[in-house]
């Protein structure tokens, strides 16, 4: 069973910056997929970031330019950085994770990200 354990979210007012983290643990498989996806009440849960275990990244167009998803495989950490901040990404940020090569699927508690006026 892998655990994703996030950090980092919190209130911050709009223009600025946080800095949200995922630590895996607890896999017997591989994880290659890692990502971060959004939710707002009343709404579904929205692809923010991905990246491969080689690197390669994936955004959605709204977060395009403002954001950008890193990681470390030696500490199975993904990390989400995001500047420019802007009141409609105000949502709970979940860290998600996928094993290899069997397919499970894991996420985190997620974490509330409020950004102010």
């Known amino acids: 069973q892998v655990q994703l354990v996030e950090s980092g979210g919190g209130l911050v007012q709009a223009g600025g910056s946080l800095r949200l983290s995922c630590a895996a643990s607890g896999s017997r498989f591989s994880i290659n997929d890692m990502g971060w996806y959004r939710q707002v009440p009343g709404k579904q849960r929205e692809l923010v970031a991905t990246?491969?275990?080689?690197?390669?990244?994936n955004y959605a167009d709204s977060v395009k330019g403002r954001f950008a998803i890193s990681r470390d495989n030696a500490k199975n950490t993904v990390y989400l950085q995001m500047n420019s901040l802007k009141r409609e990404d105000t949502a709970v940020y979940y860290c998600?994770?996928?094993?290899?090569?069997?397919?499970?699927?894991?996420w985190g508690q997620g974490t509330q990200v409020t950004v102010s006026s």
């Open positions: 998600n994770a996928k094993t290899w090569p069997v397919p499970y699927t894991y």
């Open positions: 990246i491969t275990s080689g690197g390669y990244t």
